[in-house]
């Protein structure tokens, strides 16, 4: 992270405050169901314990008796943390919410937990860390989530947050040619029609074009601009487009954000390595995100 400056977190005046429920409205969500995030506990100067409540039937999920938690359900809580962070102990952040710019998963093969019944319970350890001091607010901060389940680790989220960019706009690209052809979503790893992000051009390339604009878990809210986790999301339905593999087969993500990512029209390249793939996804001639996909080998 840039800079040398460390800027010492502060805890918020009232101490029940600080500890207490989490309110849907404080973590920047449109409705109580997207809620993911139901505590977090100040530990120490820079340690945090939350607790998570995840939904056998969140939209990400597939509609089977037992699932498999999404990948992404991990990204978004950890993006809650985040919020939640900010809001309690990150005042020099600001009043405008910061946004993820890099996000890095990890997960345990075979680790993750199933649910039968209505929710998963899963405790987080929380780090805080490099917090870059700007002018006037927070530039910059790292939070790395550890979740467990039944006493074990099963996936580790790291991710980098700062302030939105100022004059962000969405029109980076004009939008693709409507003849454009999505791939069915069992091909891409997505459990929905709804959940597809990606099409193919006339000219054979793929490009972003989300099938729902307006994806309450992806894109809510209705962005002009891509969040992470949705740069996060094309890139996998990319790579497991282009190797033909399973969902199953993800044991790691990664993205980091260049500059603005359009939410309509940015094309996506992959390219094979030997942990999985690489992907970029480009935009006005230059290239705005950068990511990569770790896949299980037989």
Do not use: K
């Amino acid at each position: 992270m840039p800079g040398s400056a460390v800027y010492e977190p502060t805890l918020a005046e009232d101490p029940a405050t600080a500890d207490g429920p989490l309110s849907w409205r404080n973590l920047g969500l449109e409705a109580m169901a997207s809620m993911l995030v139901v505590s977090l506990r100040r530990l120490g100067n820079r340690s945090f314990e939350a607790q998570c409540q995840w939904p056998r039937m969140h939209p990400l999920n597939e509609r089977t008796p037992t699932v498999a938690h999404h990948p992404l359900i991990i990204v978004e809580s950890t993006r809650q943390i985040a919020a939640a962070l900010q809001h309690r102990h990150l005042p020099a952040a600001g009043r405008t919410a910061c946004e993820a710019v890099s996000v890095s998963l990890g997960l345990r093969p075979g680790a993750q937990p199933a649910e039968s019944g209505s929710a998963t319970h899963v405790p987080v350890r929380v780090t805080l860390s490099d917090l870059v001091p700007g002018p006037g607010r927070l530039a910059a901060f790292r939070v790395t989530a550890e979740y467990l389940h039944a006493g074990e680790q099963f996936a580790t989220c790291t991710m980098t947050c700062a302030p939105p960019a100022p004059g962000a706009s969405g029109a980076a690209v004009a939008a693709p040619d409507p003849g454009v052809l999505h791939p069915a979503a069992a091909a891409v790893g997505a459990v929905a029609d709804s959940d597809v992000l990606l099409a193919r051009a006339p000219q054979g390339r793929l490009v972003i074009v989300p099938r729902d604009p307006a994806h309450p878990v992806l894109l809510p809210g209705r962005p002009s601009l891509l969040p992470a986790v949705a740069v996060l999301e094309a890139g996998r339905q990319a790579v497991l487009l282009s190797s033909g593999m399973t969902a199953a087969a993800v044991v790691g993500l990664r993205t980091e954000l260049r500059s603005p990512v359009p939410g309509r029209g940015a094309a996506v390249d992959v390219a094979a390595d030997h942990m999985g793939a690489r992907f970029a996804v480009t935009a006005a001639g230059g290239v705005a995100a950068t990511g990569a996909v770790s896949l299980l080998r037989s």
